[in-house]
């Protein structure tokens, strides 16, 4: 018994000098090097229209790689008159582009609602275009998918694939733990059960840059390592089947969610000031005095800013029966369910 113990130590402590991740400094002319590119001559963009305001498109990057989107304009081209303002949607890690203009994909909900957003955004005159990230939607490598790509960073370090990612000043700190259990008690009857607990603690930008910001360098967040984003979302759902015979099926489910998150920002939109810095120095430090200084990281070391919690709560139930049945001669399945929501 003690040598296995010996063993796993061991194991344990060569994992942990070799391959995980550490604090690494950069310096802004690595960054520059890194990020430096020529802009292509042509970026050969082909363009397909879906309907009368909703095309998708393709280009090549710098790097020779195709990006594929959409974009979608509150009225036909034809009829603007003038330009419009546009929205850009960015999708969530493993997600891909097409969220923001479907409430569904293979047959999985929209849980993050951003084609509500692309809904809202349209009544109101913008156009929404979006574009999947690498290594996600069409960009996707088979070979090498997202959870590699998290595999071997949290498991063996590698950074270079995630950063590529990744914005400078930017740190995602997250943690998921899911546990599930099904339980059979007949032929007819079983449970299923899932409980994950979803925790992040991420050092992230909210805002974005200026004009004269991003033509200084599109690539710097200099409230980054200041700004913060933590959330707890605890899920419970379960599942009760009940075979009624062959042809019928009747599914329970209940879930729960719990959510708490808070974000903390030091400037509100892009190029403004920090505001809540030290009160000029021979002033006295009365409660509520402060005053603004620009947006750099090394005012950021010195200023504070505000936290904007959030807490959320739902919980729902849901019967459902399927009915398999033959329609005009051909197999046929009938759903009927009903859902509380609250």
Known sequence: MLIVAAVVLLASAGWFLNFTLSPYPVTPEQI?????????????????KLEENYYEFTYKTFDGQTVNGRIKYPKTPSELAEPVPVLIGIHALGRSQIRWFQDSFKNRPTITHVDKITQQALKQGYAVIAIDARNHGLRKDLDYTIGDVMIDLHYFGRKDPYETMIRDNHQLGITEYALK??????????????????????????????EDEFFENPFQAPTGKIDRFVQQRDTVHMIHNFNIDEQATLSSQFYHVDNERASFRQINGPGEAIEYCPTVAGQPDLPGSRRALPATEENAQICGGR???????????????????????TNSEAIIGARYHK
């Open 307 to 329: 936290w904007r919690p959030r807490y959320y709560n739902y919980w729902g139930v849901e019967p459902r029966l399927s009915l398999n049945h033959q329609w005009l001669g």
């Open 181 to 210: 259990g099904q339980l059979n008690f007949n032929d007819r009857h079983s449970i299923t059960a899932r409980y994950a607990q979803f925790e992040e603690d991420s050092h992230i930008s909210e805002t974005g840059l200026s």
């Open 32 to 48: 520059h090097a890194h990020y430096a590119y020529k802009t292509p001559d042509n970026l050969q963009w082909q363009q397909t």
